[in-house]
């Protein structure tokens, strides 16, 4: 079983994005498909419900939320994800400007783990206008400690914040990191695989491409061939079946979503 947990179809340079996203997924499981952030949100969600509708079992809709903005009563929570064909939310804290743990945002929290669907937290790191300290991993403690029941991603491993997020991981039962790799990045790579491996916490990375930014297959190729990248060094390496567990686990079943 692979699941892609992190995929977005807004971003395509494609002519017909779900087109694209469907034929680099046709060797895949499942994977997630995170709405856009920003003022368009609303059209954004709309085409990502109805591309998930398309692909039941396969596509799992992941609805971008603004909680400072958007109603965050446990009803409009409900109509406005669970009801509306959504596997979970996706919050782009630095991208929106917002703190992470803002009120109204713990509210939506609260609504979410009633609900029982999944959060992902979205960074940026290439948006001028993003605020980068509300993309910092720790600022999620808060959040863990309270709703201990609430299951968390932090996107992209929390780049470039990598230690936080293995820090974050490590304490909370139900947080998990997005193991978004850049295949062209090989010092990166080894330095995020490495790190996750000796503070033992394999067991909460998921697999990510990121598409279109990169094709799952690329990524995969990466990290299944990830010791051949340190030939001829004394660098640590990382056994390959734990990396093959990362790409193989049915992350939706374990998110309780499937």
């Known amino acids: 079983m692979i699941t892609d947990c992190h995929t977005h ?63 965050v009563a446990h009803k409009a929570v409900n109509a406005a994800v669970c009801n509306a064909g959504f596997a979970g939310a996706v919050l782009y804290c630095c991208d929106d400007a917002f703190h992470p743990a803002h009120s109204r945002a713990m509210r939506f929290y609260e609504a979410a783990q009633e609900l029982n669907f999944p959060i992902f937290f979205h960074n940026s790191q290439t948006n001028p206008a993003s605020v980068l300290n509300y993309a910092q991993p720790y ?20 780049l470039p914040f990598r230690e936080q997020t ?39 990375l998921i ?14 190729e990466t990290l299944l061939g990830f010791n051949r990248l340190l030939a001829n060094t004394n660098l640590p390496t990382v056994p390959r079946e734990r990396l093959r567990t990362i790409i193989e686990r049915d992350t939706a079943k374990m998110l309780d979503i499937a």
Do not use: Q
């Open 9 to 71: 179809i807004d971003s395509s340079p494609s002519d017909n994005p779900t087109a694209a996203h469907a034929e680099a997924y046709r060797e895949i499981d499942a994977c997630f498909v995170l709405a856009a952030s920003g003022v368009d949100r609303t059209e954004s969600n709309t085409r990502t419900a109805e591309y998930a509708a398309r692909n039941k079992g396969k596509i799992f809709a992941f609805a971008a939320v603004n909680p400072v903005h958007d109603k």
């Open 207 to 220: 697999f990510g491409s990121g598409f279109p930014k990169a094709k799952p297959s690329e990524c995969i």
């Open 166 to 204: 293995i820090a974050l991981i490590a304490k909370h039962k139900n947080v998990y990191a997005d193991l978004t790799i850049n295949p062209h990045k090989v010092w990166e790579v080894y330095n995020i695989v490495t790190s996750a491996y000796e503070a033992s916490v394999m067991d909460k």
């Open 139 to 158: 600022m999620l403690d808060e959040i863990a400690f309270k709703f201990p029941d609430l299951k968390i991603i932090v996107g992209n491993i929390g």
